[in-house]
Nanobody, 126 residues
Framework: VQLVESGGGSVQAGGSLSLSCVAS???????????LGWFRQSPGKEREGVAA???????TYADVVKGRFTITRDNNKNTLYLQMTSLKPEDSGIYYC??????????????????WGQGTQVTVSS
């Protein structure tokens, strides 16, 4: 499975960004069965979970982004999205999408994910 993120960039605090992640290389008809997640990592910090969505569109969010970020998926386009609003400088980092092929419930624990994208940079200035 290959994952390619896009949509990162620079924005001022309070602004919005939308990330996308397109998947390829999976067996036909299986993308919809995957749990998918967004993670981020900033310099000197461990990779942290941001949001996740499972095969029935149940979602989970890190407390620090609840009410500001929205994760969605479009199985027809093999794409995962992250809509980010009211961005803060502490939201800056490299954002990664990931796929979990084996666990039915969406989680934001990086260790459970099998495939990762290369990341896209998000920078929020104050």
């Amino acid at each position: 499975v290959q994952l390619v993120e896009s949509g990162g960039g620079s924005v001022q605090a309070g602004g919005s960004l939308s990330l996308s992640c397109v998947a390829s290389g999976y067996s036909v008809g299986t993308f919809s069965t995957y749990s998918l997640g967004w993670f981020r990592q900033s310099p000197g910090k461990e990779r942290e979970g941001v949001a996740a969505i499972d095969s029935v569109n149940a979602t989970t969010y890190a407390d620090v982004v609840k009410g500001r970020f929205t994760i969605t998926r479009d199985n027809n386009k093999n794409t995962l999205y992250l809509q980010m609003t009211s961005l803060k400088p502490e939201d800056s980092g490299i954002y990664y999408c990931a796929a979990d092929l084996y666990h039915p419930l969406a989680t934001i624990y990086p260790s459970l994910y099998n495939y990762w994208g290369q990341g896209t940079q998000v920078t929020v200035s104050s």
